[in-house]
């Protein structure tokens, strides 16, 4: 019979549509987007994934929208891929914005699609990266655009703590668009071609006068040293999304499931006498406690969360005996390794990051205290302060802490001391444990002495001598059942490999409620 298709025919049509879909609009549009140093949503994805995995869904949406000419441009996709694939053989979701497409601007066909891949990804249990390149909402669908995007935080906020969740900034993200990557547990921007803010550079002018450009504003570098936005910052897409895939190798599938360990090279038992050189004895001395670090962990090699932010506290994550741990350690090389509104909240979000996916956490600690200044008073150190302070209270892995040196007043206590929950705590015998240092507790302990005495600069010497040696000796401590042992620093890997495989089946419950009421 004439006019009837065959099974052939149906089959060329559908490979003709799907090779329209994966060519994108154009080549001129794809030369645009090259043009600009970036990558298309798919060439970003075939770096993702692992060659060969990918599984797209919804590849031939459109959208239905109508007015202002929508009807006469209905591409494939809608402007973003989505769908799922492997990362060294785990399962991770991803979706990504086609800039070349409305300039990757969010639809409800689009948020459809988007909302979707996150219901799927909670479901499966696995991690969710988006590849974000966007213009925000599509103005010509209005309200519906809008909406589009309440989905997607209200998912964010449900996979949060039960899922991985990673947002790649690979171009603009604009207005409440920036709200999403806020509410992921970790950010990535590239520099010069990605940029974040709720209000644009032309706004900011309008309203206050200040002239600024997009990086300036928003750009890898601002969110990456300034405002603690981001997490990472690279100078290509290339190297940006090796990271990302190095990052997902050492995180869970969810929240029910421990870290993937690997066999390692690097012996359980290897000793570390590097570390008697590393760190100077005279607590006023700075060193680098990364290079403590990479001492300390299997093949030096680890993944600094936040490195350009809040430099004073090191977060990281890195390998034990192949097993994941996440180490939060004070930085004596940066403002003297002292707490401050900044570092107390990038370690609290650290914290809670590594309890809410069972990866347990090593403390290094040599803090001499909160940092002063009205500065800190007026903008809320108190309460700010709190949140680290909230998380190691909270959190039930496995945690050990370790005292390089000086550990004075609050902030001792803070740094997951023993009172606070710390499951082991171990000190060098350089520790000095206190609730200030020598100098100043005998400032105020002997004033009058002092003041009264015929050489009032030997009194205070002398009386600094007699309380360090009567109450910051390494060992006043550990009499009181405060520091379960010091320790030699060359055994300090094998004592941390040891303590962490005993706690590995560590089992804690927190009393029943709802949620916590932590400091904001």
Same mark, same amino acid.
């Given at each position: ?299 030096? *090699? %680890?993944?600094? $969360?936040?490195?350009?932010? =809040?430099?004073? &506290? ?8 192949? +097993? /994941? ?51 800190? *008073? %007026?903008?809320? $150190?108190?309460?700010?302060? =709190?949140?680290? &302070? ?8 496995? +945690? /050990? ?120």
């Amino acid at each position: 019979m004439t006019g009837h298709r065959t099974v052939s025919d149906l089959r060329e049509e559908l490979r003709a549509l799907r090779e329209q879909a994966l060519r994108g609009p154009s080549d001129r549009a794809t030369e645009a987007q090259h043009a600009k140093g970036k990558l298309t949503a798919r060439e970003r994805i075939e770096l993702l994934l692992d060659a060969g995995s990918f599984s797209e869904v919804e590849q031939l949406r459109r959208h239905r929208a109508q007015g202002f000419g929508l009807e006469a441009k209905k591409p494939y996709t809608d402007g973003v891929i989505t769908g799922w694939g492997t990362v060294e053989g785990r399962t991770v979701f991803v979706y990504a914005h086609d800039f070349r497409i409305f300039g990757g601007a969010l639809g409800e066909a689009h948020a459809t699609k988007i909302h979707k891949i996150m219901d799927m990804a909670i479901a499966a249990g696995a991690p969710l990266v988006s590849l974000n390149d966007g213009a925000g909402a599509r103005i010509q669908e209005g309200v519906s655009a809008l909406a589009g995007y309440g989905g997607i935080f209200q998912r964010n906020t449900r996979a949060s703590g039960v899922i991985p969740q990673i947002s790649v900034m690979l171009g603009p993200c604009a207005g409440g668009a920036a709200y999403s990557p806020a509410l992921t547990d970790f950010v990535f921007m590239v520099r010069e071609t990605s940029q974040m803010f709720i209000t644009g550079p032309d706004v900011v002018k309008a309203v206050t006068g200040e002239e600024i450009t997009q990086n300036g504003l928003g750009g890898a570098d601002v969110h990456a040293g300034v405002s603690g936005v981001s997490h990472f910052a690279y100078d290509d897409e290339e190297t940006c999304i090796a990271e990302v895939r190095y990052l997902l190798s050492m995180l869970p599938q969810n929240n029910r499931e421990l870290p993937p360990a690997v066999v390692p090279d690097d012996s359980p038992d290897r000793a570390t006498p590097a570390l008697l050189d590393l760190v100077p004895a005279d607590a006023a001395r700075a060193y680098d406690v990364r290079a403590v670090i990479e001492e300390l962990v299997d093949d030096g *090699e %680890h993944m600094e $969360v936040h490195g350009d932010w =809040a430099a004073n &506290l090191v977060c990281t994550l890195a390998r034990l005996d192949g +097993r /994941v741990v996440g180490i939060v350690a004070n930085q004596p090389s940066v403002m003297a390794g002292v707490l401050d509104i900044d570092a107390s909240e990038k370690g609290a979000r650290f914290v809670q990051f590594c309890d809410a996916f069972s990866i347990p956490i090593v403390t290094l600690v040599d803090v001499p205290g909160f940092l002063p200044g009205v500065g800190q *008073e %007026h903008n809320g $150190v108190i309460r700010r302060g =709190a949140k680290l &302070l909230y998380a190691y209270c909270n959190a039930t892995v496995p +945690r /050990v802490s370790l005292i390089l040196r000086k550990a004075y007043g609050g902030a001792y206590i803070v740094m997951d001391s023993q009172s606070i929950g710390a499951d082991l705590t171990y000190a060098w015998p350089t520790n000095e444990i206190a609730v200030m240092g020598a100098e100043g507790a005998a400032n105020v302990i002997f004033r009058k002495q002092i003041a009264t005495a015929q050489d009032p600069e030997a009194e205070r010497r002398q009386k600094i001598k007699e309380y360090r040696t009567e109450l910051m000796h390494p060992y006043y401590a550990v009499e009181r059942g405060l520091v379960d042992d010091v320790i030699d620093p060359a055994d300090t890997r094998r004592v941390l490999v040891r303590a962490l495989d005993m706690l590995r089946a560590k089992h804690a419950e927190l009393p029943a409620r709802k949620h916590g009421n932590p400091p904001q």
